[in-house]
Nanobody, 121 residues
Framework: QVQLVESGGGLVQAGDSLRLSCAAS????MGWFRQAPGKEREFVAA????????YYSDSVKDRFTISRDNAKNTVYLQMNSLKPEDTAVYYC??????????????????WGQGTQVTVSS
């Protein structure tokens, strides 16, 4: 059973930064999705198992950075210049194959418990 344990959410002001972490019980292609109230869960960022190839949604590109530490089986999402529209529950996601910007929530095999990110204006 794959376990994904997230941490790092919180309440910040617009323009602030946050870093999310997700520790996995194995090595997978990993990423982050988010879901705002009343909206579908959407892709945010992903990185391949080697950590060499990142993918981003257009809405976060140039503000968010995904990285991973394979020694710790942990993926990070550094979120800078946060905006109120970034407010959502952020979910860590993992797949045994490949995750990219075109991966949909229905294609994800494993999910973390979710962590709330709230950005006030």
């Amino acid at each position: 059973q794959v376990q994904l344990v997230e941490s790092g959410g919180g309440l910040v002001q617009a323009g602030d930064s946050l870093r999310l972490s997700c520790a996995a019980s194995g090595r997978y292609a990993m990423g982050w999705f988010r879901q705002a109230p009343g909206k579908e869960r959407e892709f945010v960022a992903a990185v391949d198992w080697s950590g060499a190839i990142p993918y981003y949604s257009d809405s976060v590109k140039d503000r968010f950075t995904i990285s991973r530490d394979n020694a710790k089986n942990t993926v990070y999402l550094q979120m800078n210049s946060l905006k109120p529209e970034d407010t959502a529950v952020y979910y860590c996601a993992a797949v045994p194959r490949r995750m990219s910007a075109t991966t949909t929530a229905s294609e994800v095999d494993y999910w973390g418990q979710g962590t709330q990110v709230t950005v006030s204006s």
